[in-house]
């Protein structure tokens, strides 16, 4: 039986408009496929195809420019219709238009896993910790994580996707377990026996609110990273990319992701294909009239976009709220407010039960202040770290002692949960990302 | 409420940069986001929803937890004043309330004049918002000052204390000492003889525009508070009712410090809403109850434990000094020793220090200091154990 891991530490946000399990009927045809080199974090990217040049699924756009063998990789077959650049000639974006004939390049499954990786474009997935950037293939990393759920608020539920998807699942653990030793973790809700009883790795179930599905949160708890060790991370769904690839020996980087939010119409599930244009996955489902924020991946990480944007490389979601600009709310600091959820008592909103789904914008409700109160972040932050005075070591760039109180444990999304509770309103997952790339830079 | 927003919406960009009022910005931002909901939403790259919590909700919890204690404050300076002018029959209690928010509503008007004057210059020199941590500051220095405190003194200490004490270390959040304590502390050392006197500080003599009485007798304005009394005496020659007395606050004191009803009020609601953190409140009543205790065992005083948490500033500094997060212990653990020791000292000098009667400012102001020293411990435990892990492998 999997170790069970309990975690006290932790918020669940219970938001309206959680997406109902079923797979959606086909969306809408996308007209246009991007992939944005600004998803695969840290990377410095090297175009290698020019406009008008004709793409198969699986043929190369761009390359790591420092490791020239880290290849992305079209998700579709078609021709590539746009090298977009922007100030100082720096690669926004290189879009495709699809040709609908579903060609795809064969690859070779028999030879070294890592090089099949690396040449059909999915080990640009991976990424690595410390600095939570995109991984390094001459790392040797001493084990490689996958968490099989994500406990924030409006998230995909990852048994959703892998219905189907199983023995996909299984076969892409065996190729990462080639790699490194493979740490699945899963929650205590999960019965997937592909999950539960998932072969050529460790299962540890975590049991706990948010961010318990945070990788980050998993290693922290099962194998924490010392200084001068590298853990490589990869998505659950991008696992099952793997398994497809082995199994097939084709790249079929579809996902099924949550389209999610109180201002989405009947939130479900859709099958979609990374850097698919947005516009497709929302046809018919909001409301264009109103001030709406449309966030590519989940509404605690991922950024604003809107439906001229493309699904973002690593994101299973798409989830969109009320963007609140026009909102009037009078006399903030003393209304009793029962609409609005908070973890603080001074709010009335815990009259209503904990059962109760809230509509939240994305106002930040209040002036950024220096850090007043103590303890906010550690009640949210499931790790063996004092959250607080590692912010304010990276706030006052002190790198020796962000190195002492474990920052190449974290990444941004870790810090999500104590952001959003934050009375002080601090952008943390900002801060904790520019520590992170200024460490970077200092160490190599 | 509609037509105000429009309102604001439409004189708002004359404050903005290059508008002619540039120069009251901070001012009026700070008026619009005390109206409204400040309407900016989350920039890219960060958490897309927040709380609904900022600092402005938990300093109104602050200054709500410290109404009781005010409001009764003002009752008590009626009743004693109405005590030393022998008029005890003819004063209402709507009266005597009534004299002590005349007595009192000076001192605040002069502390958030000047304190808040401050505030928003330096908000507007560093373009920064306005802090609302003064609004509570701001009412606390009345509290803990004896009614008698003339203005002036009371802008004096305000003024440096919220220039040293808080703004040249980069404004709320980044002090070390409680800015309302060192604005005590300024008086209580630049002016000793209007802060205890020869103990004729504690009751108001004058009455005020009609409202209470003039006492004639100087004699009866010379009433000590329980505590200098039985710092000079001993308990001995204090009748039992005392005890009963300072529960409900009918004793002489600081405006704010004397009912321990009303500031077990203040305490619930700080208490229930997270506000303060009951790890620092409880240590700091233990620890003054074990001192107390041992103090009493060995002979150095009469005075029983129960009643160090009783009389004088000790429950208020506990409630509402103690707890403040910014100046005290910021890990958890650290939130008990920084309690306990703060009413270690605080007893400490009670006891053995013959000049000073009260403890409880200098002991929360001295644990200020060691607040980081805590701190630094208990972080170092982690560092220590990550470093461990690192070489074991």
Redesign the interface.
């Known amino acids: 039986m999997a170790k069970v891991i309990k975690l006290r530490k932790g918020l669940d946000?219970r938001?309206k408009g959680k997406a109902v399990p079923e797979v959606a009927a086909a969306v809408k045809a996308a007209d246009e496929f991007v992939l944005v080199p600004d998803d695969f974090v840290g990377l410095k990217p090297r175009v290698v195809v020019k406009e008008g040049d004709s793409v198969r699924a699986g043929d190369a756009l761009f390359v790591d420019k420092l490791h020239p063998e880290v290849k992305f990789v079209s998700p579709v077959s078609g021709t590539v219709s746009l090298v977009e650049r922007g100030e100082r000639r720096k690669l926004l974006s290189v879009r495709v238009k699809p040709d609908g004939s579903g060609a795809a390049r064969e690859f070779d499954t028999k030879g070294d896993v890592k090089a099949l990786l690396l040449e059909s474009g999915l080990f640009g997935f991976f990424r690595s910790r410390p600095y939570d950037v995109t991984a390094n293939p001459e790392d040797k990393p001493k084990a490689i994580f996958v968490s099989a759920f994500n406990s924030m608020p409006l998230a995909q539920d990852f048994e959703v996707a892998l219905k189907g998807q199983e023995t996909e699942f299984q076969a892409g653990i065996d190729a990462l377990a080639q790699l490194a030793p493979v740490y699945l973790g899963i929650s205590a809700q999960q019965t997937s026996s592909a999950l539960t009883v998932a072969k050529q790795c460790e299962v540890n179930v975590f049991d706990g609110p948010a961010p318990a599905g945070n990788v980050g949160v998993q290693i922290n708890h099962v194998w924490?990273i010392?200084?001068?060790e590298v853990v490589w991370t990869l998505g659950a769904e991008e696992v099952i990319f793997v398994g497809r690839l082995m199994k097939t020996g084709r790249v079929n980087l579809e996902r099924t992701i949550a389209v999610a939010g109180s201002e989405v119409k009947k939130p479900c599930y859709v099958k979609a294909f990374v850097g698919q244009k947005i516009d497709s996955l929302l046809e018919g489902q909001i409301d264009t009239e109103k001030h709406l924020?449309i966030?590519n991946g989940n509404?605690?990480?991922?950024?604003?976009t809107s439906t001229d944007g493309f699904l973002a490389a690593h994101a299973t979601e798409i989830?969109v709220?009320p963007?609140?600009?026009?909102?009037?709310?009078?006399?903030?600091?003393?209304m009793p407010?029962f609409n609005?959820?908070?973890?603080?008592?001074?709010?009335f909103s815990w009259l209503l039960g904990k059962k109760r789904e809230y509509v939240?914008?994305?106002?930040?409700?209040?002036?950024?202040?220096?850090?007043?109160?103590?303890?906010e972040y550690?009640k949210v932050f499931p790790m063996?770290?004092?959250a607080?005075?590692l912010v304010k070591a990276i706030i006052a760039g002190d790198i020796d002692r962000q190195e002492?109180?474990?920052i190449y444990e974290v990444a941004p999304e870790d810090f999500?949960i104590a952001?959003?509770?934050?009375?002080?309103?601090l952008?943390?997952?900002?801060i904790v990302?520019e520590g992170l790339d200024i460490l970077r830079k200092e160490n190599e | 409420m509609k037509a105000l927003r429009n309102y604001l919406d439409k004189i708002k960009p004359n404050f903005e940069e290059g508008g002619k009022l540039h120069a009251f910005q901070s001012l009026f931002d700070g008026l619009e986001t005390f109206a409204f909901v400040p309407r900016t939403t989350s920039r890219i790259g960060s958490v897309n929803i927040h709380d609904a919590i900022d600092s402005k909700r938990i300093i109104s919890f602050v200054i709500i937890a410290l109404m009781p204690a005010l409001l009764f404050g003002m009752y008590n300076i009626g009743y004693q004043n109405a005590l030393a002018a022998g008029t005890l029959g003819e004063a209402t209690l709507l009266g005597m309330w009534w004299f002590g928010f005349l007595a009192v509503l000076p001192k605040i008007v002069v502390s958030y004049a000047v304190g808040l004057g401050i505030e928003f210059t330096v908000a507007q020199w560093k373009h920064e918002e306005i802090q609302e941590g003064f609004l509570a500051t701001g009412i606390l220095i009345p509290m803990i000052v004896p009614v008698t405190t003339p203005l002036w003194m009371l802008a004096v200490a305000v003024a440096a204390s919220v220039i040293l004490a808080k703004e040249i270390f980069g404004g709320t959040g980044m002090n070390i000492f409680n800015p309302a304590l060192v604005a005590r502390a300024i008086l209580f050392f630049s002016y000793p003889s209007a802060m205890t006197g020869d103990n004729t500080v504690w009751v108001a003599g004058k009455s005020i525009l009609g409202a209470g009485f003039d006492v004639t007798s100087a004699d009866a304005l010379s009433g000590a508070t329980p505590l200098g009394m039985a710092a000079q005496e001993g308990f001995a020659g204090y009748d039992q009712t005392t005890i009963c007395n300072a529960i409900s606050g009918l004793i002489p004191g600081s405006v704010g410090e004397t009912s321990l009803i009303a500031i077990a009020l203040g305490a619930a609601l700080l208490l229930w809403t997270g506000v303060a953190s009951w790890k620092t409140m409880l240590s700091v009543f233990v620890g003054g109850a074990a001192t107390g205790w041992l103090m009493q065992a060995v002979g150095l005083t009469s005075i029983q434990w129960y009643e160090h948490l009783v009389l004088g500033g000790f429950a208020f500094g506990a409630v509402f000094m103690a707890t403040d997060p910014v100046t005290g212990a910021r890990t958890e653990g650290g939130k008990y020793i920084y309690g306990l020791l703060i009413g270690f000292v605080a007893v400490m000098v009670r006891v053995m220090n013959p000049g000073f009667p009260e403890g409880m400012m200098l002991a929360i102001l001295f644990m200020n200091v060691f607040a980081p020293l805590i701190d630094y411990c208990f972080v170092q435990r982690n560092i220590s154990r990550r470093a461990k892990r690192a070489v074991q492998k």
Request: aromatic residues 8%; charged residues 30%; proline residues 1%.
């Open positions: 946000v938001l924490p010392n200084k001068g924020r966030i509404v605690m990480t991922g950024l604003k989830n709220i963007e609140g600009d026009d909102n009037a709310e009078m006399l903030g600091w003393i407010r609005e959820f908070s973890t603080s008592r001074s709010y939240l914008d994305a106002r930040v409700k209040g002036g950024e202040r220096h850090m007043i109160m103590s303890g550690d063996d770290i004092y607080g005075f002492q109180l474990g999500a952001e959003f509770v934050d009375s002080s309103k952008e943390l997952q900002r990302r």
